[in-house]
T-cell receptor, first 118, second 111 residues
């Protein structure tokens, strides 16, 4: 069964350092999502791509976070510099299509990257 | 802005008990509602998806209902087992495929 792949699974870094996370969606899925989940809370959407274009990055802290999906397949999320409050699980998800009018397209989630900032 | 609330935040039950998890949302203009399971330190697994036009969905021992007009959903788990121990998250889908999640219910099923 096809799955969303993420790496690394765990990352420990010191504040002010740069970190990067990688996501490979299910083959053929045009829409890719990055979520952040703080311990004890539900995931919150950071950025959403349709192919290589950003559809929604309204919740992405753009002063330190960046995301790209250059060829419309895999994606990288970067944080520079990392802060203590960035410690969280970073989840990637993909779905087969985007319906701007809404729809019923299931999002499939990867295992996540657990980030700890010291 | 859509807000999703889940009650209770945590629940501990003996094995074999039937239980209900609750989810409420503030904006009824949704396209669907999903229930997810999350094991500690892991990603999310989709359990059930209810379209806005549907009232309920069933999968094995799980049954989810949706009352869109009142902004409520319930997840019913029959004959609970220790393997059901996990955090259960509900999420509503609005325009653009955007999911808004609740904070989850942490379930522990004891032997």
């Amino acid at each position: 069964e096809a799955e969303v792949a993420q790496s690394p699974r765990y990352k420990i870094t010191e504040k002010s350092q740069a970190v990067a996370f990688w996501c490979d969606p299910i083959s053929g899925h045009a829409t890719l999502y990055w979520y952040r989940q703080i311990l004890g809370q539900g995931p919150e959407l950071l950025v959403q791509f349709q192919d290589e274009s950003v559809v929604d990055d309204s919740q992405l802290p753009k002063d330190r976070f960046s995301a790209e999906r250059l060829k419309g397949v895999d994606s990288t999320l970067k944080i520079q510099p990392a802060e203590l409050g960035d410690s969280a699980m970073y989840l990637c998800a993909s779905s087969s299509r985007l319906s701007l009018a809404g729809g019923t397209d299931t999002q499939y989630f990867g295992p996540g990257t657990r980030l700890t900032v010291l | 802005k859509q807000e999703v609330t889940q009650i209770p935040a945590a629940l501990s039950v003996p094995e074999g008990e039937n239980l209900v998890l609750n989810c409420s949302f503030t904006d009824s203009a949704i396209y669907n509602l999903q229930w997810f399971r999350q094991d500690p330190g892991k990603g999310l697994t989709s359990l059930l998806l209810i379209q806005s036009s549907q009232r309920e969905q069933t999968s094995g021992r799980l049954n989810a209902s949706l009352d869109k007009s009142s902004g409520r959903s319930t997840l019913y788990i029959a004959a609970s087992q220790p393997g059901d121990s996990a955090t259960y998250l509900c999420a509503v889908q609005g325009g653009g495929n955007k999911l808004t999640f609740g904070t989850g219910t942490q379930l522990k099923v004891e032997l």
